[in-house]
């Protein structure tokens, strides 16, 4: 059975800085790995999205990268600000496209 | 595009009470999915769809059902309600024809059962 884990489960950094969220899942025959955003009471933002045949994938000062073989992503996120401030959540799916997620990363960043 | 949109936004029942929560997308796109979220947690698959009359059970579907007769709509039905079916759900779908199937949700139905 899949499993999806993401350490930290929480970060709290000073603006300015570079950081790296980690995701690792437990089998390495996904189809995909999706990294989302979620501010509080809210629904899930879509980041980045990473084939399995991909190994990163970049938006902004987000960057994405997957090694399946070892099952592993991190989440790089360049610059922090306060508006980046959020729960940051690991999905991968299989074959049938179902995703399993983590329990996500909560991030603060003091200005 | 409105995308994914959820109704109603919040709602209490009642132990034992039944209620339909509903998500519609205007994407066009086939598959659909229902997650549940609990405090603190990650996202659990409730059921999903791959086309209009087509649906599955994903990994907690007791207490629900659903219906698919449109590509649009996908509700969510909650019968005999439970305080253990308290959380936050969520609807979401994706396109087949990207062959990526990113999934984009809709921002939620808080539910409390007491």
Known sequence: KQEVTQIPAALSVP??????LNCSFTDSAIYNLQWFRQDPGKGLTSLLLIQSSQREQTSGRLNA?????????????????????????????????????????????RP | NAGVTQTPKFRILKIGQSMTLQCTQDMNHNYMYWYRQDPGMGLKLIYYSVGAGITDKGEVPNGYNVSRSTTEDF????????????????????????????????????????
């Open chain 1, 15 to 20: 603006e300015g800085e570079n950081l790296v």
């Open chain 2, 75 to 114: 509700p969510l039905r909650l019968e005999l309600a439970a305080p253990s079916q308290t959380s936050v759900y969520f609807c979401a779908s994706s396109a087949t024809s990207t062959g990526a199937y990113e999934q984009y949700f809709g921002p939620g139905t808080r539910l409390t059962v007491t």
């Open chain 1, 65 to 109: 990268s997957l090694d399946k073989s070892s099952g592993r992503s991190t989440l790089y996120i360049a610059a922090s600000q306060p508006g980046d401030s959020a729960t940051y959540l690991c999905a991968v799916s299989d074959s049938s496209y179902k995703l399993i997620f983590g329990s996500g990363t909560r991030l603060l960043v």
